[in-house]
Structure formats: structure tokens, C-alpha cells
């Protein structure tokens, strides 16, 4: 009887020491329906959008931490760890070229905020800060561009996400919400040009 999972070893050809001399394989078929992307909104459009419904909800029911003038901050529903932020700008638009030079402005700021909040309320190491642009990047919803910011700490990875299919969260996103909007400033810090 194995005490891990099952490991595979691929044999290409011509590899001359690459990739799949050193990599083994770790299998997480049920990711399959989330890249299908079974449960997700349409593409229809705003109407369907959860980026563009959030705003109308209170801050507890949208999971919202923050508003700003042309952004919010927002608990990932399905975080990748605790206190995994999202930056989004309240238009619809699906590509960073498509934002105004004062939406640019204010997701950086909020950025910044959601990494200083985050490490005041739960001591983050670090953070992996990114957009996935386009279904084919690994956007969840590729209609309506976002910006995560995952915090990470030191011996934080784990097998529980691909041999349980449980993610380890210390928190329910209520209470989360709830630190991360109170440590959040009521006003943001200038950006450079108006320093």
C-alpha cells in the first residue's frame, strides 16, 4: 500500500535533461470542471456578472472590505488562502488596456492597501499579486478584469487542496471581512503626482 499519491514519471523524447527528467506528475482531474467552466456566469455580459452585482449589495453580503471611486476591494469567494483579496474596477471591462488612467491609479493604490491591511490583520509574509487576462490566462471571469492579491506565509503550501479537496481557511469570510474592512483606512494615501 502506497503512503502518498500515485507518481508518474512522462518520457519525452529529445528532452535532454528538461522538464520531465525533474518534474513528476500530480493528477487533479477534478479541476477539469472548473477550467470547463461549469457554475460560472455567462459571458453574456454585465447583467449576470458578479463583479458588477457585488456593488449593490451591502459590504456584508458582497464581501466587500472596501469601496473606492472607480474600485472596490473584495473577498475572493473561493480564496486560495486567507484573506485572498480581489482589486475591481466598478465598469465592466475585461482588459487592464481598457482602464482609465484614474482607475490604473486607484487599483495600484488599492493594492497597496490590501497588502499593508493584510499584513497589519494577519501577518503575511508575502503575496502573489496578478491578473489573469482572458480565459485562456486562468481568468475565472474574463469579462470583467480583476486584480487578486493572495497572501502567503512561510510553510503555508500544503496537500490538503489536491489529495483532500479541502482547503485549510482559519477563518470564515464574514469574520475576515469584517478585520480586514476595519484595518482598511478610511482614506487612501496620495498617489505620487499628488504627493
Same mark, same amino acid.
Given at each position: ?12 523524447? /529529445?528532452?535532454? @535533461? ?49 469601496? %473606492?471611486?472607480? &474600485? $472596490?476591494?473584495?473577498? /475572493?469567494?473561493?480564496?486560495? /488562502?486567507?484573506?485572498?483579496?480581489? &482589486? ?15 482607475? &490604473? ?20 509574509? %508575502?503575496? /502573489?499579486?496578478?491578473?489573469?487576462? @482572458?480565459?485562456v490566462a486562468g481568468a475565472g471571469i474574463a469579462d470583467h478584469l480583476h486584480q ?10 500544503? $496537500? ?16 475576515? +471581512? +469584517? ?5 482598511? =483606512? ?5 498617489? =505620487?503626482?499628488?504627493?
Amino acid at each position: 500500500m502506497s503512503d502518498g499519491p500515485a507518481q508518474l514519471r512522462l518520457t519525452v523524447a /529529445n528532452d535532454d @535533461g528538461g522538464p520531465s527528467s525533474v518534474f513528476e506528475q500530480l493528477w487533479t482531474p477534478y479541476r477539469m470542471a472548473y477550467i470547463r467552466g461549469e457554475g460560472k456566469p455567462s459571458t453574456g455580459g454585465a447583467d449576470d456578472c458578479p463583479f458588477c452585482l457585488i456593488p449593490a449589495m451591502s459590504d456584508e453580503d458582497g464581501l466587500v472590505v472596501a469601496r %473606492g471611486e472607480t &474600485v $472596490f476591494a473584495v473577498l /475572493n469567494l473561493y480564496p486560495y /488562502n486567507a484573506g485572498h483579496l480581489m &482589486v475591481v474596477p466598478y465598469r465592466h471591462v475585461p482588459d487592464y488596456t481598457d482602464l482609465t488612467v484614474a482607475e &490604473v491609479a486607484e487599483l495600484g493604490a488599492f493594492t497597496q492597501t490590501a497588502m499593508r491591511v493584510v499584513r497589519q490583520v494577519s501577518g503575511a509574509h %508575502g503575496f /502573489n499579486i496578478g491578473m489573469n487576462q @482572458g480565459s485562456v490566462a486562468g481568468a475565472g471571469i474574463a469579462d470583467h478584469l480583476h486584480q487578486h492579491a493572495v497572501p502567503r506565509w512561510g510553510g503555508d503550501t500544503n $496537500f490538503m487542496p489536491v489529495l483532500g479537496l479541502t482547503r485549510v481557511l482559519p477563518q470564515v469570510l464574514a469574520e475576515t +471581512r +469584517r478585520l480586514l474592512a476595519a484595518a482598511w =483606512p478610511s482614506t487612501h494615501p496620495a498617489s =505620487p503626482t499628488e504627493a
